[in-house]
């Protein structure tokens, strides 16, 4: 038998072969070479094998499943065949720089202790045209300590994009089946996020600056197609149910709590499809609350988390439970301080104040983009203030034909026959950066420059003495 290489990539791919061309020349391509390549095809009914097959690469390795195989299962088999010390597991959509597999050992050259490698992606569309050349602004590799993990991503947002996450197959594989989601789990879009805490909570994971793969954004993609409430909130329970086995986190039970409170009322709303008339008297919301508010302190360490519930709760008129004083007490000692994080506090300073985002634009008429969390606060708010929301906008077949507050969710496509009949259209993403939305609400727009385009954050700055925008 051959020596094992070091590094084993595994390209999953289902039924996209015009896609799948392209991802798997770019990772024979690469500039370091010594790996193996498990093409793992859940069986495809279109020309895929045919495609694969026709590659005389001894590096590649077609495998096709059987029947009836879910995503995780796919991924599953391709851990249990791979060879290499670490694994990079990467999806057929999306594009892999020249470069990446060469940054990545160099990397663990330098920091052999690390566990998982990951790095900054840009964003593409259907087609590959660029949208937005990184999805995080940083400039130096970021190196997680320990534990420090969970903060990042409850906190600050920062999701390590999965098609870039490298492993240590060793400790990837303990995590991944010695946890209440176990090996067989249908497709959990969220189960990355916990796999990267559990091995913070082992050792140091890291996220390279430079963007090194072309995230790409489609509506065919699976995390679109899927709930998106429940599996964060199962990540949640899953998370909680570790704390007792995993020690270390148990000085992040507040920040657990909070992302608690959070995702079960986004779960709730997306589930229960309330007018808003009807979540003003939901009796699961007051229930959350409650126990939001008996469960967390006001000086732990989980307020930015749980904004979003508190702002709703004012939105609703139920209140929140974290006070003024409380959220200058953050920017005093500047936990974290992002864009998104001081315009949630900004925002829930001036709902304790008795004002609202939308109070500058009554009578206007707006499409929010997107329909998440943050779409129900703008929903609400905008009702509450005299302006019309004509629709949501989604590119989520799962949320197309849902409603935000009785406020019906649209495919992007819709812009082209409300874009006369709107004044503007707020994007309601946590992203700090807004350049693949406004390219993608344009493209629907064509020529229409009248109708203004802005983010929910600046609308609250609208309310700090920036200019308006309408």
């Not at 534990?147 to 594989?173: C, N, V």
């Amino acid at each position: 038998m051959t020596k094992p290489p070091k590094l084993s990539i595994a390209l999953l791919s289902c039924n996209r072969a015009h896609y799948a061309k392209v991802a798997l020349e770019a990772l024979l391509n690469q500039s370091w070479g010594d790996f193996e390549l498990l093409f793992m095809d859940n069986h495809s009914a279109d020309e895929t094998t045919d495609l694969i097959l026709s590659y005389k690469d001894p590096r590649l390795i077609y495998v096709r499943q059987p029947p009836g195989r879910n995503p995780s299962e796919n991924e599953a088999a391709a851990i249990w065949m791979s060879r290499g010390q670490y694994i990079l597991i990467t999806h057929d959509d999306d594009v892999s720089s020249p470069f990446l597999v060469e940054r990545y050992m160099q990397f663990l050259q330098c920091h052999p202790d690390a566990l998982v490698v990951s790095s900054n992606v840009s964003l593409i569309d259907e087609v590959g045209v660029l949208l937005q050349p990184k999805l995080y602004d940083i400039r130096e590799d970021l190196v997680f300590e320990k534990g420090d993990y969970i903060y990042a991503f409850f906190e600050e947002k920062l999701w390590l994009p999965t098609p870039t996450l490298m492993y240590s197959r060793e400790h990837y594989m303990k995590v991944r089946y010695n946890n209440p989601r176990s090996k067989n789990e249908s497709y959990y879009p969220s189960h990355d996020i916990l796999a990267m805490i559990m091995l913070n909570a082992h050792g140091r994971i890291a996220l390279l600056a430079d963007p090194l793969l072309s995230y790409r954004q489609h509506a065919m993609q699976e995390s679109r197609n899927v709930d998106q409430s429940a599996p964060l909130y199962q990540m949640i329970h899953d998370l909680s149910e570790l704390q007792n086995d995993y020690p270390q986190l148990s000085h992040c039970a507040p920040l657990i709590e909070g992302a608690r409170a959070r995702f079960q009322a986004q779960h709730v709303l997306f589930n229960t499809q309330l007018t808003f008339t009807g979540a003003t008297k939901s009796s699961e919301l007051a229930a959350i609350r409650t126990r939001w508010k008996e469960a967390v302190p006001h000086a732990a360490r989980c307020c930015d988390m749980v904004l979003p519930f508190d702002i709703l709760m004012y939105e609703l008129g139920m209140g929140g439970a974290i006070d003024c004083d409380s959220l200058k007490r953050y920017e005093r000692e500047k936990i974290p301080n992002s864009v998104t994080s001081l315009a949630y506090r900004k925002w829930a300073q001036m709902l304790q104040q008795g004002r609202n985002l939308f109070a500058s634009m009554k009578g206007c008429r707006i499409a929010v983009f997107g329909s998440m969390m943050n779409a129900y606060l703008l929903v609400a708010d905008a009702y509450q203030c005299g302006v019309e929301v004509i629709c949501c906008l989604d590119s989520s077949p799962a949320r197309i034909g849902k409603s935000v507050f009785g406020v019906e969710v649209y495919p992007h496509s819709e812009l082209e026959n409300i874009g006369r009949d709107v004044d503007a259209v707020v994007i309601s993403s946590e992203r700090e950066h807004d350049d693949a939305p406004i390219k993608i609400i344009r493209s629907w727009l064509r020529k229409n420059e009248k109708v203004r385009i802005f983010s929910w954050r600046e609308l609250v700055s609208v309310h700090f003495g920036a200019e308006s925008y309408v």
